[in-house]
């Protein structure tokens, strides 16, 4: 199931307790880890996958009686209580040096827990290089001018978390200096061509839809 780039001990792929993906990206995304760390739960799915995680972080109390005797070398209890599971195995990798993070299976089952998991990615990108990759498409924080490369067509949506002016470039429909006040005014854009700008000092999550 999973090939494995040489670890340089700077990256992590995150498995949420979500819908575990399905489109070729985010499963690429996994085949190809240096380092996989699976939030409590999630490690059931993801070793009935056939994956063997290298961390398993969490309460650890959804963790199968099986898989919690065959991987109990590399299972790290965090009991917690003012955190999910997924800042936990966010601090988990931070703490071991690993700043670039994507996390999968990070939304769907449950519609709170989406929510929750897609704001929080703009508390990680202070200390980390942090995306989200879902079966649509990616989530990325941002907190100052940023480019993305694109496509004419893209489907660009905006979501500001703290009310800060937004100025965007190379969208079809443009926002200059514009106050988001809720999160539904930033959706259903589209890019123009290979890249658009956004640029703000606050924290905005940019989220890009797959091509076909």
Not at 6 to 19: E, H, K, L, Q
């Amino acid at each position: 199931m999973r090939s494995g780039k040489r670890d340089d001990g700077s990256t992590a792929i995150i498995v949420a307790n979500g819908n575990y993906p399905r489109h070729p990206l985010p499963l690429s995304v996994i085949e190809q880890a240096p380092y996989i760390v699976c939030c409590d739960g999630a490690a059931n799915h993801f070793i009935e996958a056939g994956g063997s995680p290298d961390a398993i972080v969490g309460d650890c109390d959804s963790i199968s009686f099986e898989n919690r005797i065959r991987f109990a070398d590399r299972i790290f209890p965090d009991g917690e209580q003012e955190s999910n599971d997924l800042t936990k195995s966010v601090r988990f990798c931070l703490e071991r040096g690993r700043k670039n993070i994507v996390i999968v299976a990070g939304t769907g089952l449950r519609e709170d827990h989406t929510l929750g998991n897609i704001s929080l990615l703009a508390d990680y990108q202070v200390e980390a290089y942090v995306k989200m990759i879902t079966d649509y498409g990616i989530f990325t924080p941002i907190r100052s001018r940023t480019t993305f490369h694109s496509f004419a067509g893209e489907q660009v949506s905006l979501f500001s978390i703290d009310r800060k002016p937004i100025t965007t470039t190379g969208l079809k429909y443009p926002i200059v200096n514009r106050v988001l006040d809720n999160w539904w005014q930033g959706t259903l854009n589209e890019s123009l061509g290979d890249s658009f700008t956004v640029d703000s000092c606050g924290k905005v999550i940019v989220f890009q839809v797959f091509g076909c």
